[in-house]
């Protein structure tokens, strides 16, 4: 079975803190993918990675980075936290199918977020 | 970019009433997916369709593809409790990552 775990179920910050959300995966999956979820707006793109230290913009990359240093790993960064960032954060990896990014993907429990 | 509509954004039904969504894309796809979120819990992946009319079954879960590749459908036949939770649609077209639609939350009433 296709794990994938995230660092924390909830989370509360400041304004301006930097924040670091992590995720793991144990299947030797190339793909991974955080996603934010908001009510009515389904599940948006932050960013993805095809490989170990490869990156790609998702849909909303604006105040997001990410890290992916060991192919099992992915962090998204807040750099400086703001209110309108509060929401859910889902974490996502997938096998590399033919290439394309576009193959089953598993998701971790997420993880809400709040910025005070 | 590319966009995937989702309708309706909610749905409640009385329990053994059909329930279908519907999902639309502004291009032409290479696959489709469909993933069942509960209440509190995270996507859980469904069933994929590549083929052009394609039409698959899942006990009471019918999935089609549309023929030009740029919609597709779940329906839900005699709705039980244990259906209830978002149903997302999620595209795939060349080297773009999935694009998830808006989802559409379902209630059943017992």
């Known amino acids: 079975d296709v794990k994938v775990t995230q660092s924390s179920r909830y989370l509360v910050k400041r304004t301006g803190e930097k924040v670091f959300l992590e995720c793991v995966q144990d299947m030797d999956h190339e793909n991974m993918f955080w996603y934010r979820q908001d009510p009515g707006l389904g599940l948006r793109l932050i960013y993805f990675?095809?490989?170990?230290?490869?990156?790609e913009k998702g849909d909303i990359p604006e105040g997001y980075s990410v890290s992916r240093e060991k192919k099992e790993r992915f962090s998204l960064i807040l750099e400086s936290a703001s209110t309108n960032q509060t929401s859910m954060y889902l974490c996502?990896?997938?096998?590399?199918?033919?290439?394309?990014?576009?193959?089953?993907?598993?998701f971790g429990p997420g993880t809400r977020l709040t910025v005070l | 970019g590319q966009q995937v509509m989702q309708i309706p954004q909610y749905q409640h039904v009385q329990e053994g009433e059909d329930f279908t969504t519907y999902c639309n894309s502004s291009?032409?796809?290479?696959?489709i997916q469909w993933y069942k979120q509960r209440p509190g819990g995270h996507p859980v992946f469904l069933i994929q369709l590549v083929k052009s009319g394609e039409v698959k079954k899942q006990k009471r879960l019918t999935f089609q593809f549309g023929e030009a590749k740029k919609n597709s459908s779940l329906h839900i036949t005699a709705t039980q409790t244990t259906d209830v939770g978002t149903y997302f649609c999620?595209?795939?077209?060349?080297?773009?990552?999935?694009?998830f639609g808006s989802g559409t939350r379902l209630q059943v009433q017992p």
């Open positions: 999620a595209g795939g077209a060349g080297r773009r990552a999935l694009t």
């Open positions: 291009t032409t796809l290479s696959n």
């Open positions: 996502a990896s997938s096998l590399r199918n033919r290439g394309l990014p576009t193959d089953t993907q598993y």
């Open positions: 990675s095809y490989d170990v230290k490869m990156k």
